[in-house]
């Protein structure tokens, strides 16, 4: 036991002093230097491009998932694109369909990206299923939270700025009394960025644990994995 946490201890820490960076950096990204005017209560007004604190984390944990190499880092922002680029056709085949109160052109527009995401995997080696599923995902739960912008009649609200916020019809239906009321176009695109931005703190963690490990530790990682290699 002993020794297993002493060799997980340098991603530990690098993951922890990383996490640590990226919430800082997106929080104030959203709600103190990219934004559109003061709230009044020591925070800013998201403006409607801003980014999404806990997609980074989905893009991290992706990488990981798949290895944790550059491989891995190029399939995950592909299909971080991809899932990204389904959510937004979606978002627009709502608006064009049917809104409130009904739920079906929702319902029927993830039927439909869903069944050509996974057919189109059989001939496309590129794609990859759950990393597409996960990010769309994060698309669709950013677009409710938001407001739901072309399903609600300006769901996203209108004007992004304080004095809209403060009427009823421009403000939005997003959270916080309309605070992150987003167009869907910027919802796909928010997702998107704050994903490739996680990606990148996931590439930094794993080379800032190589960086503080031991050299005694790495000679002995590197001997255990060649043992593998010769026993497999």
């Given at each position: 036991m002993g020794e297993k946490l002493k060799a997980t201890l340098p991603l530990a820490l690098s993951i922890a002093v990383l996490s640590f960076l990226y919430v800082e950096f997106t929080a104030n990204f959203t709600f103190h230097w990219v934004t559109s005017g003061n709230l009044g209560n020591g925070l800013d007004l998201p403006s409607n491009f801003h980014l999404v604190i806990p997609a980074g984390f989905i893009a991290w944990g992706l990488f990981f998932a798949l290895g944790a190499s550059n491989k891995a880092a190029g399939e995950v922002a592909a299909?971080?694109?991809f899932g990204c680029?389904?959510?937004?056709?979606?978002?627009v085949f709502v608006d064009i369909v049917k809104g409130v109160p009904d739920f079906w052109a929702i319902s029927l527009g993830v039927g439909l990206l869903a069944f050509f995401i996974v057919l189109f995997s059989?001939?496309?080696t590129l794609i990859n299923v759950p990393v597409i599923f996960a990010t769309f995902g994060a698309c669709v739960l950013w677009w409710i939270a938001t407001g739901l912008d072309g399903w609600a009649p300006n769901g996203g609200g209108v004007g992004n700025s304080v004095?809209?916020?403060?009427?009823?019809?421009?403000?939005?239906t997003g959270a916080f009394g309309g605070v992150l009321s987003t167009p869907f176009t910027f919802v796909a695109l928010?997702?998107?960025v704050t994903l490739l931005v996680g990606l990148v703190f996931g590439m930094l963690s794993t080379r800032l644990a190589a960086l503080i490990t031991p050299g005694s530790m790495k000679r002995e990682q590197t001997q255990a994995a060649d043992e593998r290699v010769a026993t497999a």
């Open positions: 299909n971080c694109l680029l389904a959510a937004l056709i979606l978002f059989g001939a496309v004095a809209a916020l403060a009427k009823p019809a421009t403000a939005g928010d997702v998107f």
